[in-house]
């Protein structure tokens, strides 16, 4: 029988949910705008509705659970999401609780950070398939990481681990949005990045950027630029080497931490490709330990914005096989 679940991506902007099927994937999708400035309330309301309507749109299949990829801090049982930096007035909320409550009783809820959601995904579905174990660094509004070993989620003591973002490169650098000094979030969240950008950018009075990105480039994003060195953009170009030698600076610490020699880079940010990851390929050995430097590999993530929602439906299809080896033990 085909296993169904619901992965949810909750962001900042939207919420999107996709029905997965367990050996096929992703079969549907469905976003709704988060509205965070309307408060948790709010919010919630808008997962259950995204959710909903992934429901009414698959009639006649059973659909076992849902999973929720979401940024911040989790609980170690994965049902509370705990104070998110991106919604006003949510604290501390049980979408177990409410999601079984508003919705089916039966329904198997599982709640993980975002960046885990999505090493899931990817060790499943995408790029992370042929490795048993990764490291994920997710380039967005912010800076996530998951730690993928022996195909699971390692979650540390609390359910914390993985928090790639809030490493620091620089103990005297600018201060990222958790208050970390010279995180490497800092420097490649999408706001920083973008305000880097627009200083350098003044070194390169020709490029096209000056006009695209509206008066002294305060519209200009990651998206901008990727498309700029694209098309041969030199300044363009320049700022994403900067931001790839940066991202290498920090992976090389993680190699040296870890051993585990395969990163693969998703988010909205990575869509620069080769633009950035290459810078990223060559300055991360200056940072590894000679003997660890052989096998490093850093690739891109290819599935956008749907491994997200295809991680978190996979923390269904998970508890379902905990479910069933524990039936055939007793």
Same mark, same amino acid.
């Given at each position: 029988?085909?296993?169904?679940? /619901? =992965? /949810?991506?909750?962001? !900042?902007?939207?919420?999107?949910?996709?029905?997965?099927?367990?050996?096929?994937? %992703?079969?549907?999708?469905?976003?709704?705008?988060?509205?965070?400035?309307?408060?948790?309330?709010?919010?919630?309301?808008?997962?259950?509705?995204?959710?909903?309507?992934?429901?009414?749109?698959?009639?006649?299949?059973?659909?076992?659970?849902?999973?929720?990829g979401a940024p911040g801090t989790i609980n170690w049982d994965r049902t509370s999401l705990i104070y998110p930096p991106n919604i006003p007035g949510w604290e501390v909320i049980n979408?177990?609780?409410?999601?079984?409550?508003? &919705?089916?009783?039966?329904?198997?809820?599982?709640?993980?950070?975002?960046?885990?959601?999505?090493?899931? !995904?990817?060790?499943?579905? =995408?790029?992370?398939?042929?490795?048993?174990?990764? @490291?994920?660094?997710?380039? *967005?509004?912010?800076?996530?990481?998951?730690? @993928?070993?022996?195909?699971?989620?390692?979650?540390?003591?609390?359910?914390?681990?993985?928090?790639? =973002?809030?490493?620091?490169?620089?103990?005297?650098?600018?201060?990222?949005?958790? *208050?970390?000094?010279?995180?490497?979030?800092?420097?490649?969240?999408?706001?920083?990045?973008?305000?880097?950008?627009?200083?350098? %950018?003044?070194?390169?009075?020709?490029?096209? $950027?000056?006009?695209?990105?509206?008066?002294?480039?305060?519209? &200009?994003?990651?998206?901008?630029?990727?498309?700029?060195?694209?098309?041969?953009?030199?300044?363009?170009?320049?700022? %994403?080497?900067?931001?790839?030698?940066?991202?290498?600076?920090?992976?090389?610490?993680?190699?040296?931490? $870890?051993? /585990?020699?395969? #990163? @693969?880079?998703?988010? *909205?940010?990575?869509?620069?490709?080769?633009? #950035?990851?290459?810078?990223?390929?060559?300055?991360?050995?200056?940072?590894?330990?000679?003997? %660890?430097?052989?096998?490093?590999?850093?690739?891109?993530?290819?599935?956008?914005?749907?491994? =997200?929602?295809?991680?978190?439906?996979?923390?269904?299809?998970? &508890?379902?096989?905990?479910?069933?080896?524990?039936?055939?033990?007793?």
């Open positions: 029988m085909p296993h169904y679940a /619901i =992965g /949810i991506d909750l962001g !900042g902007t939207n919420i999107k949910a996709a029905l997965v099927e367990r050996s096929e994937g %992703l079969i549907s999708a469905s976003s709704v705008p988060t509205e965070t400035d309307q408060g948790a309330a709010h919010v919630l309301d808008r997962i259950v509705e995204v959710a909903q309507s992934v429901i009414d749109a698959a009639p006649g299949k059973h659909i076992a659970g849902i999973g929720i979408l177990r609780e409410v999601l079984q409550k508003r &919705l089916r009783k039966d329904l198997h809820v599982i709640v993980e950070n975002d960046a885990n959601a999505a090493a899931l !995904g990817s060790a499943h579905y =995408g790029a992370g398939r042929p490795y048993d174990s990764f @490291i994920m660094v997710t380039l *967005g509004t912010g800076v996530g990481g998951a730690i @993928i070993h022996q195909n699971t989620i390692f979650r540390g003591t609390t359910g914390a681990a993985g928090e790639i =973002g809030h490493m620091t490169i620089d103990y005297d650098g600018p201060i990222d949005q958790a *208050g970390v000094a010279g995180a490497i979030e800092a420097y490649l969240g999408q706001r920083f990045l973008s305000r880097h950008a627009r200083y350098q %950018l003044l070194n390169y009075p020709d490029s096209p $950027l000056h006009q695209d990105a509206g008066p002294e480039m305060k519209d &200009l994003t990651p998206a901008m630029l990727s498309e700029a060195a694209s098309a041969g953009d030199e300044g363009a170009t320049t700022v %994403l080497a900067w931001a790839g030698h940066k991202l290498g600076c920090c992976l090389g610490s993680c190699i040296n931490l $870890l051993d /585990i020699r395969t #990163i @693969i880079v998703g988010g *909205g940010v990575s869509a620069a490709g080769d633009l #950035i990851l290459e810078p990223a390929r060559k300055s991360v050995l200056h940072y590894i330990k000679p003997g %660890l430097r052989e096998g490093v590999k850093i690739l891109q993530e290819t599935l956008g914005n749907e491994v =997200g929602m295809l991680g978190a439906a996979y923390l269904v299809f998970e &508890l379902l096989d905990t479910h069933a080896h524990s039936s055939e033990r007793s």
